[in-house]
């Protein structure tokens, strides 16, 4: 098995971006330590602070946040990030190469339950035209990505990532510290029977969404052994169906907050999107490419459906939009 590095090299990925992505991984290496002591390292539960989400932030959030926001911003390389837990951007260096985003951890309702969890990533060249420290340096649409990926945390921790060539998968060797290569290159099948989607949200979908599963799901014979998937993570739903096919959907729905769906643009969507998309996989935001649209804001949320091609396709052929944001 080969070491990261020499994988990177060998797809001519440059040395200054080499480098970056060693400085996310220590600090993915150290959260996945953290993970694995669970209570013994008092970890575990939740604060009495909500970030700019809404959302109550567990402990683990924190470390994770702060992990990555240190190492990265010590890095020369960085002009600035952004992070699910960061209300504005956080400048780096004036001069740096790259920009970064990160969800630290992805799952966090599964964190107290040993559940699935990870941390999703993303690199952008850094603007000239805007100052180091502004939002706008982020609203490039996710084609511009020159890295993306993911680590899942759980029996092996694993490193998913392309730098615009193909998807592959590392494995953590807890022996000697480092990733190695364990799959070459992740290719998505064009059809699945398998989908990840909440379905105690199905009385919140507007006609066109539950149409799906009505006619689809529930009354189509092509899709009578299908199987339903949820982990409460995208991490992890979407490391299955870069696996073996699927279908992973969180549209919008009828509730306060959630009029654009849940999944944020720049740190979840555009950073699977870009991993999907060179499996030969797909994803759509009410039918538009994810990759191609441009961030209004830091924040923005879309609703995703993403995976296997066909199942894409069949979704947003049975679910037209009136009036889609691409």
Known sequence: MRRLIPVLKQD?????????????????????????????????????????????????????????????????????????????VVGGHPQGAYIVAFDPLDGSSNIDVNGQIGTIFTVYPARDDVPHDDERQFAQPGKQ???????????????????????????????????????????????????????????????????????????????????????????GDMHRILSRGGLFLYPEDERNGNQNGKIRLLYEANPLAFLLHHAGGKATAQGCDILAMHPQTLHQRVPVAAGSAKQVNDFNNLVPVESAPC
């Open 145 to 235: 990505q020159v890295c993306a990926g993911y680590v899942l945390y759980g029996p092996s921790s694993m490193l998913v990532m392309s730098t615009g060539g193909p998807t592959r998968c590392y494995t953590l060797d807890n022996t000697h510290g480092g990733f190695l290569l364990t799959q070459e290159q992740l290719q998505v099948p064009d059809d699945s029977r398998e989908f990840a989607v909440n379905m105690a949200n199905y009385r919140y979908w507007g006609y066109r969404t539950q149409r799906y599963f009505d006619q689809l799901l529930f009354a189509s014979e092509a899709y009578k052994n299908s199987s339903i998937r949820w982990n409460a993570a995208m991490v």
């Open 12 to 88: 001519g990925v440059d040395s200054e971006l080499i480098m970056l992505i060693r400085t996310i991984l220590a600090a993915t290496k150290e959260i996945a330590f953290r993970v694995s002591q669970g209570e013994l390292a008092g970890i575990l539960g939740s604060t009495l602070n909500e970030n700019i989400q809404g959302e109550v932030q567990k402990k683990l959030d924190i470390v994770a946040n702060q992990l990555l926001k240190e190492i990265l911003l010590d890095d020369e390389s960085v002009r600035a990030i952004a992070s699910e837990e960061e209300t504005h």
